[in-house]
């Protein structure tokens, strides 16, 4: 049997992992375009039609009034209003109309509606109307009102990321949170990576104890040491005369949360190290330092990159540990803060909405997508031991 032969067989057992793959993928992605499709159109469409209608237009009811009696002419008997629906919209079509809210699409487009008292309309797919009487329209007559029901073509803008990044502060606050993020990935890596070397290459009193301590450390709920650790910073900040509320505390707390796992995992992956190069090292005269800086880093980069990912994204999406830290005025305020503002004060415009959670989500996809490959290499260190 060829290669492609037995590629392409293949059993149940892997036909069913592919299909759950697929459900999972489909079930990320579809939300994900969701939001990508609404932010990119304007209120009226996503009032009246779903994301996945964007591509094939919508119908919306519109409301118009018909001309005055100044604008009226005299055809034979009857007195004729003419005029377009549709002057202010172009690109639209009108599918139907009618003359009550509760009924707006009582008529069909083309089709010459009776009014009773002498009176019909006729209203035409591109929107021009005639509205006629068999008597002179009365010059105290007010402009009939009528309804509309008009097809809208595909349109998109880029209008909401435009308000949303300038009038919203939602611009300000994706600074804030890339000047959180970036230190707060970056600082637990280092520290971590210095410790994962030394509780697995290192021989020193206590080791097991320190190994046991972190893997303890994991499952220790966030919130529980939450109030004591800021109890602990305000007063380091009232002793020193600092304000309390500045980046780099925020920095040194999801330092401070982020470790243990941060240490498990690469622990984990350097542990695994073939013991030959170490070693090799270490005859050759280098130092615990220079083995870790020439050897043991450069070959780690899978387990930095898997946690990088999970660090980044915890942070970027964290709301409680900036609030805590940083405060909610504005020149501190976090994306994921903001969003929760904008839901209590602009909880009905959906395309603003559905704009700032694109943003929020668009630079945790691209870290992800980036590094991903090297995501379950860094998972499954220390599975497997180098020979």
Same mark, same amino acid.
């Given at each position: 049997?060829?290669?492609?032969?037995r590629?392409f067989?293949?059993?149940?057992?892997?036909?069913?992992?592919?299909f759950?793959?697929?459900?999972?993928?489909?079930v990320?992605l579809?939300?994900?375009?969701?939001?990508?499709? /609404?932010?990119?159109?304007?209120?009226?469409?996503? =009032?009246?039609?779903?994301?996945?209608t964007?591509?094939?237009?919508?119908?919306?009811?519109?409301a118009?009034?018909? $001309?005055?009696? !100044?604008?009226?002419?005299?055809?034979?008997?009857?007195?004729?209003? =003419? $005029?377009?629906?549709?002057?202010?919209?172009?690109?639209?079509?009108?599918?139907?109309?009618?003359v #009550?809210?509760?009924?707006? /699409?009582a @008529?069909?487009?083309g089709?010459?509606?009776?009014?009773?008292?002498?009176?019909?309309?006729?209203?035409?797919?591109?929107?021009?109307?005639?509205?006629?009487?068999?008597?002179a329209?009365?010059?105290?007559? +007010?402009? +009939?009102?009528?309804?509309?029901?008009?097809?809208?073509?595909p349109?998109?803008?880029?209008?909401?990321?435009?308000?949303?990044?300038?009038?919203?502060?939602?611009?300000?606050?994706?600074?804030?949170?890339l000047?959180v993020?970036?230190?707060?990935?970056?600082?637990?890596?280092?520290?971590?990576?210095f410790?994962?070397?030394?509780?697995?290459?290192?021989?020193f009193?206590? #080791?097991?104890?320190?190994?046991?301590?972190?893997?303890?450390? %994991?499952?220790?709920?966030?919130?529980?040491?939450?109030?004591?650790?800021?109890?602990?910073?305000?007063?380091i900040?009232?002793?020193i005369g600092?304000p309390?509320?500045?980046?780099?505390?925020?920095?040194?707390?999801?330092?401070? @949360?982020?470790? &243990?796992?941060?240490?498990?995992?690469?622990?984990?992956? %350097?542990?695994?190290?073939?013991?030959?190069?170490i070693?090799?090292?270490?005859?050759?005269?280098?130092s615990?330092?220079?083995?870790?800086? +020439?050897?043991?880093?450069?070959?780690?980069? &899978?387990?930095?990159?898997?946690?990088?990912?999970?660090?980044f994204?915890?942070?970027?999406? !964290?709301?409680?540990?900036?609030?805590?830290?940083?405060?909610?005025?504005?020149d501190h305020l976090?994306?994921?803060?903001?969003?929760?503002a904008?839901?209590?004060? +602009?909880?009905?415009?959906?395309? %603003?909405?559905?704009? /700032?959670?694109?943003?929020? %989500?668009?630079?945790?996809?691209?870290?992800?997508f980036?590094?991903?490959?090297?995501?379950?290499?860094?998972?499954l260190?220390?599975?497997v031991? $180098?020979?």
């Amino acid at each position: 049997m060829t290669t492609a032969a037995r590629y392409f067989k293949i059993g149940p057992a892997r036909l069913f992992v592919h299909f759950c793959v697929l459900v999972i993928v489909i079930v990320w992605l579809v939300p994900t375009l969701g939001i990508f499709v /609404s932010a990119l159109r304007d209120r009226d469409q996503i =009032t009246v039609s779903g994301w996945w209608t964007a591509f094939v237009g919508s119908t919306q009811t519109v409301a118009a009034r018909l $001309g005055t009696p !100044d604008q009226q002419k005299q055809e034979g008997d009857i007195y004729v209003i =003419t $005029g377009n629906v549709l002057a202010d919209q172009p690109g639209r079509s009108v599918k139907a109309f009618g003359v #009550r809210v509760q009924q707006p /699409s009582a @008529f069909d487009a083309g089709q010459t509606a009776d009014l009773g008292d002498g009176e019909s309309l006729l209203v035409n797919s591109d929107g021009s109307y005639r509205y006629m009487k068999n008597a002179a329209f009365g010059a105290d007559e +007010r402009p +009939r009102r009528i309804y509309v029901a008009a097809s809208a073509p595909p349109e998109f803008t880029l209008a909401n990321y435009k308000t949303v990044l300038t009038s919203e502060g939602i611009g300000q606050s994706f600074i804030n949170s890339l000047t959180v993020t970036i230190p707060a990935t970056i600082i637990p890596i280092l520290i971590a990576a210095f410790a994962a070397y030394a509780l697995s290459w290192m021989e020193f009193p206590g #080791r097991a104890l320190l190994i046991a301590l972190v893997v303890g450390l %994991i499952v220790v709920p966030l919130q529980m040491s939450l109030i004591p650790l800021l109890r602990l910073y305000n007063e380091i900040g009232t002793a020193i005369g600092q304000p309390s509320k500045t980046y780099p505390g925020i920095w040194l707390a999801h330092t401070a @949360f982020g470790m &243990p796992l941060a240490i498990y995992l690469l622990r984990a992956y %350097i542990a695994g190290l073939p013991k030959e190069i170490i070693e090799s090292a270490r005859v050759d005269g280098a130092s615990d330092f220079e083995i870790f800086t +020439r050897i043991v880093l450069p070959l780690s980069f &899978p387990a930095l990159a898997s946690f990088a990912i999970f660090q980044f994204l915890w942070v970027w999406n !964290d709301l409680l540990v900036a609030m805590v830290f940083l405060g909610t005025d504005k020149d501190h305020l976090v994306l994921t803060g903001a969003l929760n503002a904008l839901l209590g004060s +602009r909880g009905g415009n959906w395309e %603003i909405l559905t704009a /700032s959670a694109f943003v929020t %989500i668009i630079i945790p996809l691209l870290v992800f997508f980036s590094l991903q490959r090297y995501l379950v290499r860094g998972l499954l260190a220390g599975s497997v031991k $180098g020979g």
